[in-house]
């Protein structure tokens, strides 16, 4: 465990669905990030936090919703996705003025839209 | 924008032997961070070394060392005395330095598959 909990581990959505990720870490850090994993391709930066300000949002569709309450912990809601929203959803934190230490990630959840 | 480059998909490697994975990047920037990151079946991304890119020695964690060039924007991971829980997915990750255009942001390449044969 590395700090950064990232619930539910596994999802599985209809279409029509609606749902949320959820991320929490305890690390002090100031900055949280959504990352997209998908099969044979880089992962792709999604949103970024700072201090609970949305700073980044890699033209990413409407669909996903991040929201972010605090500097502890982050959500991205989805709805109505499809398939090709299937993937592995990545959680990180960092602390911002602290650039050499990169990221600490949680497991992930498993995505999968049927 | 930056962009990362890991050439080899997939890399295998004998039970105690050496192995280098390639990552080769783009910047225009002067001061980065740069990272390989370890990702085994579990899904956790495990921090394996950095660097700093105004350091000129190379980095080295126990097995793990690099073989950076600065000039030649290219950052080698050699794993020695592989063992069978270094297999998993490697991805090299650039990091602009506080004020750079990407600051915050970490950049992966596409990754490594190493596998570990006994």
């Known amino acids: 465990e590395t700090g950064v909990t990232q619930t539910p581990r596994h999802l599985v959505m209809g279409m029509t669905n609606k749902k949320s990720l959820k991320c929490e870490q305890h690390?002090?850090?100031?900055?949280m990030y959504w990352y997209k994993q998908s099969a044979k391709k880089p992962l792709e930066l999604m949103f970024v936090y700072n201090f609970k300000e949305q700073t980044e949002n890699n033209s990413v569709p409407s669909r996903f919703s991040p929201e972010c309450p605090n500097s502890s912990h982050l959500f991205l809601h989805l709805h109505t996705l499809q398939p090709e929203d299937s993937a592995l959803y990545l959680c990180?934190?960092?602390?911002?003025?602290?650039?050499?230490?990169?990221?600490?990630f949680g497991s992930g959840t498993r995505l999968t839209v049927v | 924008a930056q962009t990362v480059t890991q050439s080899q998909p997939e890399m295998s490697v004998q039970e105690a032997e050496t192995v280098t994975l390639s990552c080769t990047y783009d910047?225009?920037?002067?001061?980065?961070?740069l990272f390989w990151y370890k990702q085994p079946p579990s899904r956790q991304m495990i921090l394996v070394i950095r660097q700093e890119a105004y350091k000129q020695q190379n980095a080295t964690e126990n097995r793990f060392s690099v073989n950076f060039q600065k000039a030649a924007k290219s950052f080698s991971l050699k794993i020695s005395d592989s063992q069978l829980g270094d297999a998993a997915m490697y991805f090299c990750a650039y990091r602009s330095a506080p004020g750079g255009t990407s600051y915050g942001k970490l950049t992966f390449g596409q990754g490594t598959i190493l596998t570990v044969h006994p």
């Open positions: 910047t225009s920037e002067s001061d980065y961070y």
């Open positions: 690390l002090g850090h100031n900055a």
């Open positions: 990180a934190s960092s602390s911002p003025g602290v650039g050499f230490y990169g990221y600490t």
